[in-house]
């Protein structure tokens, strides 16, 4: 059974503008996947039904074998880490112990436990010493291992990142995807940095206008000029 | 704006108003997490930040006079009434604990005057002007800025209420001071509050919170009281205009009678007003002086603190 | 920005910091309240007060000149206050300078509203200056505030970090764009860069709360701060409120 399940996933905003039309993908256990498309292709709309902030229209999205719907909110956002585009919006108590411990406070750990769990996880990302501090303290690169951090600290099976090295200089970058690629948690990450992505992913999905394009190797896409081109993505060849 | 300090007003004043604002906010926080529900922390919280900081800033209106914001029908028209006492009376608690910004003692009567009846009193204006004019954006933003000036005078009017029962300052004094200057202080306030509303509605409608067309029944109560205010106030005026002796009496004691602020509004005291006569220019004369003083120590007050 | 070094004596250990936040800012309501309400003229206890608050400043390690210093803003605001009452409350006249006269109730008002007023800052500048900000959401959220509140002011800190920062830098921008405009034109910029800060303010709150929903938010911030109420520092809070609280008291009596 795929650890994460899309199904003919259709989605329209409030204003009528057409979303998703009908997305259909699986990602096994520990695939590591790269979800590639233009701005305006439905990524972010897409990952955002992936932990229930967003619920389809119709068709369906199932996590380990559970469906997202209002009545499994809980059980489905414990399995699923999202980390958004902008860090700020992660990082949002006035300290960073306080962030990381939010999501084990709000699973109901003591707070002895939740504050151990969090300082575990700051140590593990390079950001020992800064458990007081809050996040306007920190570099840019620092910030965004910070929200992963926040989201690390609960365990979820499946990271799903959004833009995770934009507005990252080069160290930040290496720093980052050192780290995702030591990982071992079932990965989907949206961007448009295809360097990163080949550094990470074997599998790509690709979007256009709310329809999912393409789906295969990573490799096969980024040596392919016309491709690229035609599905409006860039890379450094 | 009126933020009291601690010493100005007396215990029973203290305590009367700590249980009143009390009582209005238990009731605020129970009413805001029904409209809101989830949502309200964070939108509660960017409220208050930006609050907080508009606060700081200063709008320079020109003559080295500046206009500053409250923003208590602002926030009422983005988050609604209650979810708005909430904010104003957190900027109001950080202002009192972090900046001493109003005093401690004083943060029962700080928070009514402010929280409580600035949001509460202005949004019921906001209604009450709704309800004759229509709800068309740009009739929801002049009634937006009206309801603005009308809450400065209402916090206004309230702490003049204050300094007076707690025998700081006699009535008449506290009113012409404290009220005048905030008559003043509102201008700027419906100023703000107009442009930031035109230039949010223009960009994102959305944000402001959708007003129900008043009902008849609204609107019926609406025209009553504008006409019995519209009486109230003929009265008072033709009551002040034959008995000019309260406001003569604030003046001799100001001492102020012979000397040059008198001369300086002296083009008005030859006009023949309605009302008052000369004791209405000099009137408007002690609370402009009283306005700039205000504004003036306020600004010092705050330079002082950006270190 | 003016706030980031308020509570640099929150990390020097001092008896005042060894005491729980909650009861520090319990007794620092005591005090003002205490000097808040003292009678008129009560002179005796208004200088007994303002002396136990500073020595409370050296308790909790604090120089008095940054203690003064820190209450200079406020005070300037409180002195122009204080001579407004000086020179607008009736009575009898005892003095005349230049066109103003002075009653004893103008004389009295002031000396106690600025004494007063003195006293109850000292006390909140302490409180601030050994207390950090998310200390002092803490004890109010012991004190029993309402959760909209002390969520709110819990989620403002870094709000504010992030609105301020984003003020300045479209401010900048603005500015570089339209050097040498007007004093119309430059405040109507300020309105057009705030109203935009106000909008991107809002559309943040909803995506912090999509993140905050994402890792389990249920409506309360639970806090990971325990509780350090000990029984020592109940007894020193006591004894603070009570003595303040006679001092007060004992002006009332048969002066």
Redesign the interface.
Known sequence: MPLLEVTDLKYRYPDGTHALSGVSFAVERGEKVALLGPMGAGKSTLL?HL?G?LLPASGSVTIDGIAVSGGTL?EV??R?G?V?Q?P????????L??DV???P???GRD??D??LLARGVLQSLGLGGNELR???HLSGGEKRLAALA??LV?HPLVLVLDEPTSNLDARGKRRLVGLLRQREETLLVATHDLTMARALCERAVVMADGALVHDGRLEHIVSNREFLDHHGLWADL | MAHIPDGFLSAPVIAGTAIASSGALAIAARRSRDSLGGEEAPLLGATTAFVFAAQMLNFPLGAGVSAHLLGAVLVATLVGPWAGMLVIFSVVLVQALLFQDGGIAALGANALNLAVIGVGGGYATYRWVLALVGVGPRRVISAASVAAYVSALLVGAAAAVELALSDTLPFETALIAVVGSHALVGLGEAFLTGALLTLVYRTQPGLIAKQETPSGAERGWAYGLAAVSLLVAILAAYGASSRPDAFEAAIKQLGIEGTPLTHFTGPFADYTAPIGGPWVAAALGVAFVFALGWSLARLMARAGRRR | MSFRHLDQFAQVYSPITAIAPVLRVIGTVAVALAAATLRLGAWAQLGTLAGLVLVLAVVARIPLPTLLLRMLGPLVFVLFASVALLILVPGEVVARVGWISLTDNGLLRFGSALGRAFTALAAAVILVSTTTFPEIVQALRELRLPHAVTTALGLAYRFLYVIVDELERLQRAARSRNAGAGAAKRRRLLVSVVAAVLRRSLVRSERTHRAMLARGFQGEIVSLHRSRVDARSIALLSLLVLVVGAVTLSSYMDL
Request: glycine fraction near 2%; aromatic fraction near 8%.
């Open positions: 955002l932990n902030l809980r956002r414990k699923v999202l958004f902008d700020d919006d992660q990082l949002f108590l006035p300290s112990l306080e411990a939010f999501g406070l709000n699973e707070p002895e939740a504050e809050a996040a306007h926040t989201v609960s």
